[in-house]
């Protein structure tokens, strides 16, 4: 078992930063390939970026591309979303994911999943 924990959100302004945080603990997590996902009201709940075991493969989403980093810390068990010239359209509960080693792109490919973090983005 893995439990995740976000944190970090908040509201800012569109062109603003923010960093999430997400913060596992249970099973070595050095194993595990990371994603973040997000969901705005009405919509379903979508990728945004991912990380590999190792931290050598990252994925992103084309809306967040240039503008959304992700990044993991093995000794502290974390991986992070920095966040950079946000948009309203960033508006969502942003979840941390986990699973086994490769990265993947879809909701049904992660085992584990964390509560949400809300991040509202005002133009």
């Known amino acids: 078992q893995v439990q995740l924990v976000e944190s970090g959100g908040g509201a800012a302004q569109a062109g603003g930063s923010l960093r999430l945080s997400c913060a596992a603990s249970?099973?070595?997590?050095?194993?595990?390939?990371m994603g973040w996902f997000r969901q705005a009201p009405g919509k379903e709940r979508e990728f945004v970026a991912a990380?590999?075991?190792?931290?050598?493969?990252?994925n992103y989403a084309d809306s967040v591309e240039g503008r959304f980093t992700i990044s993991r810390d093995n000794a502290k068990n974390t991986v992070a979303l920095q966040m950079n010239s946000l948009k309203p359209e960033d508006t969502a509960v942003y979840y941390c994911?986990?699973?086994?080693?490769?990265?993947?792109?879809?909701?049904?490919?992660?085992?584990?999943w964390g509560q949400g973090t809300q991040v509202t983005v005002s133009s």
């Open positions: 994911a986990a699973r086994l080693f490769a990265t993947a792109q879809t909701i049904r490919e992660y085992d584990y």
């Open positions: 249970g099973r070595a997590f050095s194993n595990y390939a």
């Open positions: 990380i590999s075991w190792t931290g050598g493969i990252r």
